[in-house]
């Protein structure tokens, strides 16, 4: 299945990155590598930037944050390198990284380069000529949450990760900070904000388990092998991986997986073949991930209405670039939707405790 994996495509105007700048940094560490030197883009990301490098024979992948970007702390690159390189060899889908570069100079801001990871990646619309069956369905989905379920066990201490984050109020920290977030971001009206803020305020669990979180885990997030595509081998995307409470990251995974009797809606926050038939529903997630982890998942609805805000905010920091001119990607000139929709969403699931 070579033809469906995932393969990156032409930069997008206006991220380019200076090869006159970038190649003899490159060639300082592989001064082995004669070839040219080239570069793509992976096209699907919304916050930090993921480019393609061929130096020569060698095979690499750039990462940086995003142009213009007004939240520095959310693109920490020297962060999540440092998570990434004590992570790995405990935790195997998470990238081998190889080096960080704090100059600005090289490509016009701090960024690491890691190892590759070949796999398929499912997005809104299966590739054509995927074989997805029911049993394969659900057999993908229930790897999914087991492979949330390895990395809530790892041993974060062990690895040299007990300083990434403060556990003691973590869940009220993440509720002030996103909605903090939003009213710096603003753009639009929304009636729902101040509702789903205050019932949050007022309904938040205590925390009883605490342990690395990846706080964007969705499918289009995840690595799978081209062989076996029930099989996980790789995970993405870790600018936001702390330690917590691991029933956000439980109700981050909720809050894009849509059900196939959800409303039309909500099919259009679809982040994966989560509604294909076979799929888990978001309740059968739930209690797979409570059963292989013994911990209580009752408080699920909050963390669920919770995850669907926090991603609305995350909506809203980005159309913000775009809405001010700082960055032209049409991706996002329908993104006030998209925000509407998760609002909505999250005041249901507060309002009614149905996830």
């Given at each position: 299945m070579s033809d469906l994996l995932d393969h990156p495509t032409a930069i997008r105007s206006g991220e380019e990155l200076d090869l006159a700048k970038l190649e003899p940094y490159l060639r300082s560490h592989f001064p082995d590598e004669t070839g040219p030197l080239q570069i793509r883009q992976f096209p699907s990301g919304?916050?930090?930037?993921?480019?393609?490098?061929?130096?020569?024979?060698?095979?690499?992948?750039?990462?940086?944050?995003?142009?213009?970007?007004?939240?520095?702390?959310?693109?920490?690159?020297?962060?999540?390198?440092?998570?990434?390189?004590?992570?790995?060899?405990?935790?195997?889908?998470?990238?081998?990284?190889?080096?960080?570069?704090?100059?600005?100079?090289?490509?016009?801001?701090?960024?690491?380069?890691?190892?590759?990871?070949?796999?398929?990646?499912?997005?809104?619309?299966?590739?054509?000529?995927?074989?997805?069956?029911?049993?394969?369905?659900?057999?993908?989905?229930?790897?999914?949450?087991?492979?949330?379920?390895?990395?809530?066990?790892?041993?974060?201490?062990?690895?040299?990760?007990?300083?990434?984050?403060?556990?003691?109020?973590?869940?009220?920290?993440?509720?002030?900070?996103?909605?903090?977030?939003?009213y710096a971001s603003k753009t639009h009206d929304y009636s729902e904000v101040e509702k789903i803020c205050a019932w949050m305020q007022h309904h938040m669990p205590s925390t009883s388990v605490v342990s690395l979180v990846h706080n964007d885990y969705k499918?289009?997030?995840v690595v799978l092998d081209s062989a076996d595509i029930t099989n996980i081998v790789g995970v993405l995307d870790w600018e936001m991986c702390t330690i917590g409470d691991p029933l956000t990251d439980l109700g981050t995974a909720l809050a894009y997986w849509v059900d196939a009797t959800d409303s039309q809606e909500l099919q259009q926050n679809c982040w994966g073949p989560t509604n294909?038939?076979?799929?888990?529903?978001?309740?059968?997630?739930?209690?797979?991930?409570?059963?292989?982890?013994?911990?209580?998942?009752?408080?699920?609805?909050?963390?669920?209405?919770?995850?669907?805000?926090?991603?609305?905010?995350?909506?809203?920091?980005?159309?913000?670039?775009?809405?001010?001119?700082?960055?032209?990607?049409?991706?996002?000139?329908?993104?006030?939707?998209?925000?509407?929709?998760?609002?909505r969403a999250s005041l249901h699931c507060a309002q009614t405790g149905r996830i």
């Open positions: 919304h916050s930090n930037l993921t480019y393609s490098l061929h130096l020569g024979a060698r095979e690499l992948v750039l990462r940086r944050p995003p142009f213009g970007s007004k939240v520095k702390s959310a693109h920490d690159m020297s962060r999540e390198f440092r998570v990434l390189s004590k992570l790995h060899l405990a935790y195997s889908p998470a990238p081998e990284v190889l080096f960080y570069c704090d100059d600005d100079s090289i490509v016009g801001a701090p960024f690491y380069v890691m190892e590759p990871i070949h796999g398929i990646i499912l997005r809104r619309q299966l590739p054509p000529g995927l074989d997805f069956p029911a049993g394969r369905a659900r057999q993908l989905s229930a790897s999914f949450v087991d492979n949330l379920v390895r990395l809530h066990r790892v041993d974060f201490a062990s690895v040299g990760l007990a300083d990434l984050g403060r556990p003691e109020g973590y869940l009220e920290r993440q509720v002030y900070g996103w909605t903090e977030r939003y499918y289009d997030n294909y038939p076979g799929s888990l529903t978001r309740a059968e997630v739930a209690h797979h991930y409570a059963r292989e982890t013994g911990w209580d998942a009752s408080n699920i609805a909050f963390y669920l209405a919770f995850a669907r805000f926090k991603l609305a905010v995350i909506v809203q920091q980005i159309y913000y670039r775009y809405h001010r001119g700082v960055t032209k990607d049409e991706r996002f000139a329908s993104m006030p939707e998209r925000i509407q929709i998760l609002l």
